[in-house]
C-alpha cells in the first residue's frame, strides 16, 4: 500500500502542496475527492453523520477514522473516550497531530485487547468488510469488540440506482457476484494505488448478515439511498 490518502491528508495538514484525491470504481469514472473534505467539522457532515455523532456514547471505536474529524468531534465536543483506528500510517499520524489522544494504525481484524460500548464505521462503512464472502469474519471481529450493551452504527448506500434500467423497469446487473461489490482505485499526485474490493450493501443484505452472525439491527435514517445502520447484540 503506498498510502496515498494518508499522503494527501499529511500534505494538507502541513500545507505541503496538497493537491485533491481523484478516486474511480469498476463501475464509475473518475471523480474528485477534495481533501478538506476529509476536515470538515460537525456542522459540515451529512445527516447520516450528524445522527451517528449524536448516538455515540460510552468508550467509542472509529474504524476508518481517516483525518479524524468524527473522533475529534466525539472526544472535544461530547467529551468522550474514543480510539481512532485507520490501516494508513500517515492518517494516523495525523489525527495524533490533530489532538486526537489514542490513534493506532491497525486492521481491524488483527486488532483486540479492549472492548466498547459504540463502533463506529461511517463514509460507507460497509466497504471495510470487502467482499460478501469475508462479512462474516468481520463481523464476528465486531461482535468480539463490543461490549454486550454497546452499539454498532455503520452506513452504507445501495447502488442499485447506478446500474440501467430496460423500458419495463428492470435493472441490468452484470453477472457473477453481489453488484454492490466493486473494485475500487485511489490516485494522488499522478500515483496510483493497487485497487482494492470495497463492498456497498442494501439493508436488506446487511441485515441478513448481522442476523447470522449474533446481532439485532435496527434502520435508523434512511437519506435517498444511503441510511444509518444500528447492530446490537441478541
Known sequence: MK????????????DDNPEDLQT??????????PVNYLFRDFEEMNNIEQKAMKLSEGKVLDIGAGAGSHAL????????????LDISPK????????????A???????FSGETFDTILLLMNGTGVFESLSKIDPYLQKLHALLNDNGQILIDSTDILYMF?????????????GYYGELDYVVHY???????????????D????AAENNGFRIERILKDEDSYLAKLTKK
Open 3 to 14: 498510502d496515498l490518502m494518508g499522503r494527501a491528508i499529511w500534505d494538507y495538514y502541513h
Open 24 to 33: 474511480e470504481t469498476s463501475i464509475s469514472e473518475l471523480d474528485e475527492l
Open 73 to 84: 468531534y466525539l472526544q472535544n465536543k461530547k467529551g468522550l473516550e474514543v480510539m481512532a
Open 91 to 102: 492518517s494516523v499520524e495525523v489525527c495524533k497531530l490533530r489532538g486526537i489522544k489514542n
Open 104 to 110: 493506532v494504525c491497525e486492521n481491524i481484524l488483527d
Open 164 to 176: 440501467d434500467r430496460d423500458k419495463d423497469g428492470g435493472v441490468y446487473i452484470p453477472a457473477g
Open 189 to 203: 499526485k499522478g500515483e496510483s494505488e493497487e485497487p482494492i474490493t470495497w463492498l456497498y450493501l442494501d439493508f
Open 205 to 208: 443484505t446487511l441485515k441478513n
